[in-house]
């Protein structure tokens, strides 16, 4: 078997401002931002990346953003649309922990989450400013924690298993990372919100890479160096581009 990598629609974030995805550009600009979960097969197991958001109601009740998600884009019927069933599911990676990553990871019973040790330990105390986009609020169970008694956490570049690695990508969160599968077509990343859309890779006139919000500008342009010199193809976490494409091999 050769790996895949499969990019699902789980739902679309409506009217952002582009300035959220796209460093000081383009505040006065509205886009939907679609959210992508991805599953990599033919490895040793079924592998999840990122889960996607939480329904309608809760996403504008916790966070005050409007979510349109039809039912062939609930998770579970996305993931029959392949043919994975969530409990042949071992492994769930989150690239990071804010909420629009991780919040179907309860529906994998049997999976091991993979999580950077310091992306969890900021989210459990993160600076004031990032409070919400890790649903840390008085009266809310944040949806990263209803899977936190099956969580491992790793430290920086891990193998997890022959031709797919963890890439730790700090910056636009403190254990931001990425997933690098070694495909027979080539090299790809699954990058997270280091890069969310392919504009963040691309960069423009000023800049060669476009950061998206961040934690730490520093830690993010060396992230960007980082994915450059693995010289592999950039799946960015939220481009519909990337949904068009579908499967990566
Ligand atoms: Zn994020």
Known sequence: MTLKIHALHVG??????????????GYFERIDVPVIMFVITGGEHTIVVDTGISDAE?????????????????????????GVDPADVGTVVNTHLHWDHCANNYLFPDAQVIVQKTELEYAVDPFEPNLKVYERRSGITPDWMRSLGRVRSVAGDVELEPGISLVHLPGHSPGSQGVLVH?????????????????????????????????????????????????????????????????FS
């Not at 009740?61 to 392949?82: K, N």
């Not at 006139?205 to 060396?222: E, N, S, V």
């Open 12 to 25: 679309t974030l409506l009217g952002l401002s582009k300035a959220a995805v796209t460093f000081q550009r």
């Open 58 to 82: 809760s996403a504008l009740a916790r966070h005050g953003i409007t979510v349109a998600r039809p039912e062939d884009q609930d998770p579970r019927t996305a993931l029959e649309s392949i």
């Open 183 to 247: 495909a027979a077509g080539g090299d790809y990343l699954v990058a997270g919100d280091c890069v969310s859309c392919y504009e963040n890779w691309t960069g423009d006139a000023l800049a060669r890479h476009i950061p998206a919000a961040f934690t730490d500008l520093g830690a993010y342009m060396k992230s960007f160096r980082k994915i450059e010199a693995l010289g592999c193809e950039v799946i960015p976490s939220h481009d519909q581009r990337v949904l068009d494409h579908r499967v």
